[in-house]
Structure formats: structure tokens, C-alpha cells
């Protein structure tokens, strides 16, 4: 359900991932989402988000790590060329979706507004936590190659800046040329601070 809640956020968005879809896509009983998520579509795309979050955190840690900022980040951006591709173009970033959707309740006519914002600025805080930390990521993996921490710091935002939108742009223009362009512009910026 989590994965498949997951899945839906990065093809279809924040307001059409509902309860009723999610169990439709996985194809669960109804039944089951209110056992394992007894705090409904809130806690159900919290733990979404969390795992869509781990899937680009583990392979970005592991990437860099391995093969240092550059060649790290060329596998991390070919990484993305296999999802857009594989998807036919539908597959976004899910911790994008949530950033840029406002959160609504299922419940038609029954949604409190207050409860709302609580529940979009709990994931907007959720999100800005996963972005962080994919920053911290690439800007140690800069620092460890000799980039001094202002232009580390900069330059790990200004990847993460670059790939969410050329991800963005390639899905509108159904093709990996946005997405090859700006890994173009941000290797050169990595490599000018190696140098």
C-alpha cells in the first residue's frame, strides 16, 4: 500500500492519490488500509513519502560514496533517465508532488480546513526534511572532494534545484533532452570547483 500510495504521487500527484485509488492500484481490500493506517490518508502518505524519500536517498548516498560527486551524480541522473523512460514520461519525484499540491481530504463536504493545513504543513516540513538531507548528502560528497563548504552547500541545492525540474520538464516534453542538458550545466559547475 505504501509503495503503491508511492507510486501514485510521483504519476498522478497529491490530490489524486486518495484512499480509494491507493486500494484500487494496489489492489488490496479497503478493509486493510484502515487496519494498517488507522490515522487514514494523513498517516498513509506520511509513510509514502518517507519511502519515496529512501528511494532516492539510499541510491544517491550509495552513488556518491562509491564513485565521488561527478561520476556519482551522472549515475544518479542516469538513474532518473531509466524511471522517465521505463514510465513512458508519467514518473515524476513523489517528495515533489507534495511540495507543489496542497494536501485535501478525501471526505468531500466532511474536510475541516484547519485539519488541512495541519496535515499540508506536516508534509510540506516532511518533504523539506527529505530535500535537506539530499542536500547534506551531495555537499559532504563535494567537501570530501575538496569544494570548500559555501560553494559545496550552494552547488548541492543548485543540483537538487536542477534535476527536480528537469525531471519536471522532461515529463512535459516526454523526453530526456531537459534532463541531459542540465546535468550538462551542473557538471560543469561541479568540475569548476574541483579543478
Known sequence: ?????????????LTATSMREVVRYSNT??????HHFPGGKRQLLEAAVEHAGREVTEPLKLLLHKYGPVNGMKRFVDLWRKI??????????AVLAVSVEQYT???????????EAQIQTQLLNQANAIFVQWREIIDSSL?????????????????IAAIEGSVALCRA???????????????????RELT
Not at 522517465?84 to 519525484?93: H, I, N, R, T, V
Not at 567537501?143 to 543540483?159: D, I, M, N, P, W
Not at 523526453?175 to 551542473?186: A, C, F, N, R, Y
Open 1 to 13: 500500500m505504501i509503495v503503491g500510495a508511492a507510486d501514485l504521487l510521483r504519476r498522478k500527484g
Open 29 to 34: 481490500p479497503r478493509g486493510s488500509i484502515a
Open 84 to 93: 522517465l523512460e521505463e514510465s513512458d514520461y508519467q514518473a515524476g519525484c
Open 105 to 115: 481530504s478525501d471526505q468531500r463536504g466532511e474536510a475541516e480546513p484547519e485539519l
Open 143 to 159: 567537501r570530501e572532494a575538496g569544494v570548500t563548504k559555501a560553494r559545496s552547500h550552494s552547488l548541492a541545492l543548485l543540483a
Open 173 to 191: 516534453a516526454r523526453s530526456v533532452e531537459p534532463l541531459d542538458l542540465i546535468w550538462g550545466e551542473v557538471k560543469r559547475s561541479f568540475e
